[in-house]
């Protein structure tokens, strides 16, 4: 698969079916991940996979309370907003999400695999993310959907004594990201354009470029 | 360019001719980049590209000062450690990245294009890096070399200022990813293996794979 194809259309796929994802192909996504790069280069991460039903059974439930968290409090303006004004495009889009993560949460235990990342000692906190959207973006390419959830920080201790994670090591669960077999289609995902959201040189200021030739879309 | 050969052979690359990077081909890696999902698809994003002499003469001396503050406080044990045993695998590496990133801010002002990510409202902190980590893997297949670097959050404020990022809007500078055709080769990064960093449903166990076949090598 081109590289376009994979950064055109890996977006969050969270409705997935049950089949498992073979070990082998979990070897190839993990090796991909790995070759990321890093803060440094420490490497200073671990990759904790989960598809044991008794595990994912102990994870579901701390997923749908935090889910309802996330409802109640980050989300709640933007969701009453959507609610009030349900045709705006801006209200679609939160509502997709929204049921797209609820869905997730009412199918937590029957997605096949998920996968925990954690760093240590990272000062800036953030260079695990290459090595999971990298793991991500080698899903697709094996026709693996996935999708990066970080709700499980409302309850990270209890998350953490599920998965056996020793206390006082240092170690941060930076996301948890599921995979499975997508029961709907790849396609590319509607965005802001790039030029309204890019500045050259100053805040507020033109990029000096428009929309592109797409580097990729369906059939090229 | 086959998604694999991009995951595998994306690394830092820091050494950078000045050659500017056309703006079609900083069009097209910015459409690449806002295609990559960020939490509750808000695109709460927005990405500074700067090519200004003028301004990168305002950043290049902070960059300098950001990267003394990081050998002597954050680097600090792990450089002296790597010069008192200058001959093992970890000395090298810690050595070697220590001279690409002075090689940077050595030669900042050459560097042709820098890339700057902010994000607000983001409770993760991490929305953006699945954009920027695109936006480096779109450049690989462009043959252009990228690196992301964070220090410049010991001296956030003043980079602030200087790009005109206006106060009060909760806006955080999430990283700086520097763009330019190498002066080296691509290559494979050496990893530590994905099983000896990876664990199956419990902290420590093996996770029930070994190195797979490459999925991608030179020649492949």
Redesign the interface.
Known sequence: ????????T???MRRVMPDPVP??V???I????????S???T?N????????PE?KGQVGPVYRRALETLWAT??AE?IAAAHADPESPESK??L??QRSAQWLADHFEQVPLYLFGFTQHD????SI??AL??A???A??EGVGS??T?VL?FHNDEVLTI????PGEGWIM??CVSFGYPTGRWG??Q?????E????????TD?????????WSPGT
């Open positions: 698969m081109d590289v376009r194809e994979a950064l055109y890996t977006r969050a070990m082998e979990q070897a190839r993990m090796d991909a991940a790995v070759r990321a790069p803060g440094g280069n490497q991460w671990r990759f904790l996979l989960v598809d044991d595990v980050l989300y933007r889009s939160v997709a999400v000062a800036s906190g953030s993310y290459p959207w990298s991500q973006l080698a697709r390419a999708a990066l970080q920080a998965l056996g994670v020793p930076a996301g590319v995902a965005r802001q354009p790039a030029h959201v890019s500045f050259r040189n100053q805040w507020g990029p000096g470029f428009r929309d592109p030739e797409p580097l």
